[in-house]
């Protein structure tokens, strides 16, 4: 078992609701010999660069989430995708410490082709920034601000879909202009959605 991260002690001192079942996560990720980090606030477990799995808890569950897990073989159908916009990551849900259990053998072998996925280097086929969803509102003003244009298509792939996914999800058509009027300084001066 590889050692466990004092800086990531905290998450687990602190977690409340699924304390066991997470303290159950960690020992089944060092059993598997990867290193423990804490990224995003969370633990995260690493071979070499490579990010294999996290951890993380929600109201209603606790998770392993695979960030390759798209690529996994699944063959007792258990990883889940979390949202529809969500196209590479998986998550392994869980709402006790007996279901962990139950799955440990599972899961370990979830993550050793976790770890052969990176080590082959293979990588999923993501859907083209191109082909997210456009709001007719933010086309226009694309049309109509060519510094706008340029200032968008300079930004990287996943600021761009950030906007795209934020500005076509809102029903109304006056919510989406709000939107995109609200962003266009952001984007002018090179920043995603969540920049600072």
């Known amino acids: 078992m590889n050692e466990t991260n004092p800086k990531v002690d905290f998450y687990f001192n602190k977690a409340e609701k699924w304390k066991q079942e997470v303290s159950k996560l960690r020992t089944i990720a060092l059993d598997c010999g990867l290193t423990e980090e804490l990224k995003w606030g969370c633990p995260c477990y690493s ?3 490579n990010n294999i799995v996290l951890i993380h808890d929600f109201k209603e569950y606790c ?3 695979f960030f390759k897990g798209v690529l996994l073989n699944d063959a007792r159908s258990i990883l889940i995708q979390q949202t529809e916009n969500v196209q590479v990551a998986r998550q392994a849900r869980f709402t006790s410490v007996q279901q962990i259990a139950e799955l440990e053998a599972t899961l370990k072998a979830y993550i050793y082709e976790a ?3 990176e080590k082959a280097g293979l ?3 993501l859907k083209k ?3 997210f969803p456009m709001a ?4 226009q003003k694309l049309d109509a601000m060519p510094a706008l244009k ?3 298509e300079a930004l990287t792939p996943g600021r761009q879909r950030g906007y795209l996914l934020y500005f076509s999800a809102a029903k109304q058509a006056k919510t989406r202009e709000e939107r995109v009027e609200k962003y266009i300084p952001k984007i002018l ?8």
């Not at 007719?136 to 086309?139: A, I, R, S, W």
């Not at 001066?189 to 600072?196: C, Y």
């Open 47 to 49: 071979l070499g660069k």
């Open 150 to 152: 340029t200032a968008f």
């Open 63 to 65: 998770a392993f989430l």
């Open 136 to 139: 007719e509102e933010f086309q």
């Open 115 to 117: 770890i052969e996925v």
């Open 123 to 125: 990588k999923p086929k």
């Open 129 to 131: 920034t191109t082909e």
């Open 189 to 196: 001066s090179g920043k995603g959605l969540e920049d600072e």
